[in-house]
């Protein structure tokens, strides 16, 4: 059986760390992996984190299974954290969620429970959007289509070219939103768009489903959720797609959650005991490691604000080094404006250079950029911004 397979590439992003690590230059930069790093380059533990597990560790008092939908208080937590404490939706118990492994095991949850509500509906995603967003929704043997949204060649959105494709979708379709911090282009909605997006939505009958890898890491928890509330306060149904590892540093616990609004209490009774048995047959029940830290943090005043600090720490550094990038790259006096690094939010931007320009970086000053350009901002310091600059500068003479 397996010596028929073929064998397949590498995935770029994997391919391109495996290359970085192997590189002796040490002045070597990489700007394609996907996750913050702080100004030694590392990805570090969070204080609030340490904490919590060392209280977990003297506290911890069964290794018994956690249930189908997880650890519930973290359920109820992450419930209040994306939608508010007062949101109407919660409110009028509406909302049901299911802790799941990571934001992809959460995306992969919502594509099975999708399929048992409807086996032909086609899910929209972003032109561009986080690859795997694609594979995941087909591995669960969804059809996904594409909508027109970001602007690559004035580097905002295509808001009106999305707006007419959203009109077309089918009713009982479901359409992918980042809530904010947009993978890979950095470029987000503004709450008027997001106002049109949900009367759309309410208009067209599509069910939205909310991606949110990123709270905290744009303006703000609460303001990068204001489009995800919005929505839930629009429409009837929806999906949401949580992920702690980026806020919470908690990548390698793998923990998100799975989350819908239902029309009523009873019809998120029904619903609920649908996507509890999706959960079942993956992977029967969640590890309770992540959810047990992230319930601490939140459920302690004084670890909520360490954390906060934290996410301010790192919110902070990626929007200096936003400023700092454009400021530097536009001091070269290139043909190309920078400006849009710093209007757009989170990690990730594209720098608009080709394959040739890729290319030039890496062999000649081993920068690590992935083809489509897309550069992890948070890879640059302080230190280091200078050479990244002069090289960029070089490469586009
Ligand atoms: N969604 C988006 C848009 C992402 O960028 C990511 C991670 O890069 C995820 C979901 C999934 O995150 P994880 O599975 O690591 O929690």
Redesign the pocket.
Known sequence: MFSELKPLPTDPILGLMAAYKKDTNPNKIDLGV?VYKDEQGHTPVLKAVKKAEAFRLENETTKSYIGLAGNLDYCDKMEKLLLGNDHPALLANRTRTAQAP????A?RVAAEFIKRCNTDATVWVTTPT?A?HISLFEAAGLTVKEYPYYDYENKGLLFDEMIEALKQVPKGDIVLL?ACCH?PSGMDLNAEQWQIVAELAKDVGFTPLV?I?YQGFGSGLEEDAQGLRLLAATVDEMLI?S?C?KNFGL?RE?I?ACSFIAKDAAVADVANSVLLSVVRSIYSMPPAHGADIVNTILGSEELTQEWHQELAEMRDRINGLRSLLKDSLNAKGTSQDFSFIERQNGMFSFLGIDKAQIDRLREEYSIYIVGSSRVNVAGVSKDNIAYFADAVATVLK
């Open positions: 996907g990571g934001g992809t095991g995306l986080w795997n980042h993978n991606d890898a797609c992920s590892s990548y793998r998100g």
